[in-house]
Each structure stands twice: as structure tokens, then as C-alpha cells.
């Protein structure tokens, strides 16, 4: 029988994290396990829920990135400790089991967290880490021959380089397990661009494994859905950097202090403006309209905190609207995300003048 974490553990690591206690909060994880804790559920229901809060923070304008960035670096150390003092019961023995990020995908801890998890369930587990060229990741995989690579994909707009891994990996002989945020809800995007198996956390992975009896035997050859996009993502990612000018171009007319912008200020709008462009690519290229509205929830969120008024988003997503009256899709994914905007700016507490978009 083994301990739990419970709720004034995880506020002491919290604690800990907070004010940059780095030889602490690794002492705290392993006298966790030193009280018979397992290391999964040190890292599942410490490290992740604190990650969590800390990205909460950190989109709440709460927490600067310097701070997100110092505790996560505590998290990683925390990580690589435990792998290191507990070693897996027969280690290996499940096969061999290729971890990567996709390309573009620097979320490197939660694929980490997720490979030391298989790790201790007894795979023998290849991790390569962030951001991962798919021609590399395939060469790798060709000289390696793993059982499964483990496709992890933490934000949405990474999807298309997702798929083109999917697809290398499987033309390689090798099946692919599909998880991450990025993947969205219960990781249905990654049934949707063809994955082997998908899971939605790493305890769902464990699951799914062990009920997968041989990967490399068992679905290799076998005819899977295949995933069939048009072009509207990429038809509208070429105009990004143009709908991102005419957006800034309106937002100076409407609003006068955009126009007196600093460089600086100007940059950080202009990437926000383009994020937009992005979500609503992936969205169109998965072809499912909540992906586009969680992300404009998000954004409503982020930018209230941030005092940014979200009547500015709301004309960014009407002058969207008008440029891209040739894409129905879009259009009805731009007309639900305005209307998600509007419901969180209410529930945000905005100013009525701003939320009323
Ligand atoms: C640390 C961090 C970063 C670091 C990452 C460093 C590192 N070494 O990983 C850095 C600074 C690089 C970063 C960058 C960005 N980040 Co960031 N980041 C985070 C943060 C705070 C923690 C990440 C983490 O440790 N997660 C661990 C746990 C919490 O994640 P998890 O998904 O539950 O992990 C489990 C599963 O996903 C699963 N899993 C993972 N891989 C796989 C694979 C398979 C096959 C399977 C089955 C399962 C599986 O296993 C894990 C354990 O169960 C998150 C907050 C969050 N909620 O994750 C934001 C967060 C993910 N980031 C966010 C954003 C916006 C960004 C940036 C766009 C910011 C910016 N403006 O530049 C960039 C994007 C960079 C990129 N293109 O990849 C947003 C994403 C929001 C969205 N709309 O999608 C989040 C959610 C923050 C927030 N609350 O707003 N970030």
C-alpha cells in the first residue's frame, strides 16, 4: 500500500516553488517518497497540478515568465532527481518506447513527466526532448526501431506538424501513441489525425499500453481513417501576415492610443493578433470550431487581466471577418469565438464598455 500526496503537500511545494527554493523542494519530493509515496504520483499529483497553477498564474498576470520560468526549472530538477534515485522494477521489459515533441513544441516537461511515468512502468524509454524536426525524428526512429513513438503536443497550433510526424511514423513501420494538451479534450485530435492510440494523461497512457498487447505486431499494416483537411488553414496562414497588418491598421483608427504604440508595444500586439490567425488555422485544419473558442476564452481571459479592452479583440476578429468572407468556415468559427469573448469578459469581470463586444 502506498501514501498519497495530499492537499498540504502539494501547498507546500507550492510554497517552495514559489520563493525559488530549488535544494528544498527536491528534498521535499524525495522524503515524499522516502515515505513510501510512489514517484509517479509524486510527479502526477505535485509536479503536474503545480505546473498547472503556476501557467494559471502566469496567464492571470499574476506571475511574471521569470518567475514561471524559475519554478519550472525546480519542477525539471525535481524530475530528474527522482528518476534517478528510483530505478523501474524490471525495467524495459514492455519494449522500447520513443518520447518526442513535435516540431515547433517546447513544452519539453510535460512529455518528461510523462516518459519517466512509462519509464517506472516498465519501458524502456528513448526521450529526445523539445521541438523535434520531424526528418530527424524519423531517421531516429528508422536506426532505433522502437515498439512506439510517443507523440506529445502541448499546444494546438502544433497540430499540423503533429500529423506530418503521425504519418512519417507509421510509413516507418512504427505506431504512434498521441497525448499532450495540444491534443485537446480526451486528446480527440489525435484520433483525428490518424494516431494508433491516443490518452489523455499519462495514467491514461498507462492504461492504454498495457491493454495494447504488441504495438509493433498488432497494428502495423492495418488500415487506419485516413485524415483528409482542405486547404482553408493554409490558404488563410498565407494571408497571416497581411490580416495581421490590416487588423493593426484598424485597431490604430478605432483605438488612438494604438496608434501612439511603442515598438515594443506594437510587437506584443502584433503577435497576439497573429496567435488569432494561428488558433483559427489549427481549428479549421482539425476542423472543430472548439478549439477556436477554448483559445478565445483563453485569450479573453489573458488580455482582461492584462487591461487590454476586449472591445480591441472583438475588432480584430470583425476585420478577420471581413477579409476572409470567402471562407464560411471561418467565418463561423470567427462569429463563435466573438460570442466566447463576450461570455468571458462578463464573467472576467470587465468594464461593461469593454465587455460589451
Ligand atoms: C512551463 C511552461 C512553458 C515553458 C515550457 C518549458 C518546458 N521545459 O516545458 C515555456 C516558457 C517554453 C513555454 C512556452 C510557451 N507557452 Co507555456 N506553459 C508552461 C506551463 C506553465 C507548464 C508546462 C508544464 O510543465 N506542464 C505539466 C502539466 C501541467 O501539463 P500536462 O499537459 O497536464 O501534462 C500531462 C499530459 O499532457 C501528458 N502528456 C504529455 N505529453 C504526452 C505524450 C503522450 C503520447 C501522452 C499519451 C501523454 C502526454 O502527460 C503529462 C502528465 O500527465 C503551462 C501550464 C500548463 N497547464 O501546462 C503553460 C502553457 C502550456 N503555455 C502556454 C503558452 C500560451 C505558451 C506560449 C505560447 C507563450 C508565449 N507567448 O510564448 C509558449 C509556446 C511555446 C511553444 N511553441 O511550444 C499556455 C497554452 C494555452 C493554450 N491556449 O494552449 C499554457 C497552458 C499556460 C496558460 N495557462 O495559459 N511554456
Request: charge should be negative; hydrophobic fraction near 45%.
Given at each position: ?83 534517478t534515485r528510483r530505478r523501474a522494477e524490471h525495467a524495459g521489459r514492455r519494449g522500447v518506447l520513443v518520447v518526442a ?28 526532448g523539445a521541438s523535434v524536426p520531424t526528418p530527424h525524428l524519423v531517421s531516429y526512429l528508422h536506426r532505433h526501431g ?212
Amino acid at each position: 500500500m502506498t501514501a498519497a500526496v495530499s492537499a498540504e503537500d502539494r501547498a507546500h511545494y507550492f510554497e517552495l516553488v514559489g520563493h525559488g527554493a530549488e535544494v528544498p523542494a527536491v528534498d521535499f519530493a524525495l522524503a515524499l517518497s522516502e515515505r513510501d509515496v510512489a514517484p509517479q504520483d509524486i510527479l502526477l499529483d505535485l509536479v503536474v497540478p503545480t505546473q498547472a497553477r503556476i501557467g494559471d498564474l502566469w496567464a492571470r498576470n499574476e506571475w511574471s515568465v521569470a518567475q514561471e520560468h524559475a519554478a519550472t526549472h525546480i519542477s525539471d530538477q525535481v524530475v530528474a532527481a527522482l528518476a534517478t534515485r528510483r530505478r523501474a522494477e524490471h525495467a524495459g521489459r514492455r519494449g522500447v518506447l520513443v518520447v518526442a515533441c513535435v516540431d515547433g513544441e517546447w513544452h519539453a516537461l510535460p512529455a518528461r513527466l510523462f516518459a519517466e511515468v512509462m519509464r517506472w512502468d516498465g519501458w524502456d524509454v528513448r526521450f529526445l526532448g523539445a521541438s523535434v524536426p520531424t526528418p530527424h525524428l524519423v531517421s531516429y526512429l528508422h536506426r532505433h526501431g522502437p515498439d512506439v513513438v510517443a507523440v506529445s503536443c502541448s499546444v494546438p497550433t502544433r497540430l499540423t506538424s503533429a500529423q506530418r510526424v503521425i504519418v512519417a511514423a507509421q510509413d516507418a513501420g512504427v505506431p504512434v501513441l498521441a497525448g499532450g494538451a495540444g491534443f485537446g479534450p480526451d486528446a480527440r485530435w489525435g484520433t483525428r489525425l490518424g494516431a494508433d492510440r491516443v490518452a489523455a494523461d499519462a495514467r491514461h497512457a498507462v492504461e492504454v499500453l498495457r491493454s495494447w498487447p504488441s504495438p509493433a505486431v498488432g497494428d502495423v499494416g492495418a488500415v487506419r481513417g485516413s485524415f483528409v483537411s482542405d486547404d482553408d488553414h493554409v490558404l488563410i496562414a498565407k494571408r497571416r501576415p497581411q490580416l495581421v497588418a490590416t487588423a493593426m491598421a484598424e485597431l490604430a483608427q478605432r483605438i488612438p492610443a494604438v496608434a501612439r504604440y511603442t515598438d515594443a508595444q506594437r510587437e506584443a500586439t502584433e503577435y497576439d493578433l497573429d496567435q488569432v490567425v494561428e488558433f483559427l488555422c489549427a481549428a479549421l485544419f482539425v476542423d472543430d470550431p472548439q478549439l477556436f473558442t477554448t483559445f478565445m476564452s483563453w485569450m479573453g481571459t489573458v488580455l482582461t487581466t492584462r487591461r487590454v479592452p476586449l472591445s480591441a479583440v472583438a475588432c480584430v476578429l470583425d476585420t478577420y471577418r471581413r477579409e476572409l468572407y470567402d471562407f464560411p468556415r471561418a467565418l463561423a468559427y470567427l462569429a463563435a469565438g466573438r460570442l466566447c469573448l463576450n461570455e468571458t469578459g462578463l464573467e472576467a469581470g470587465a468594464p461593461k464598455s469593454a465587455a460589451a463586444v
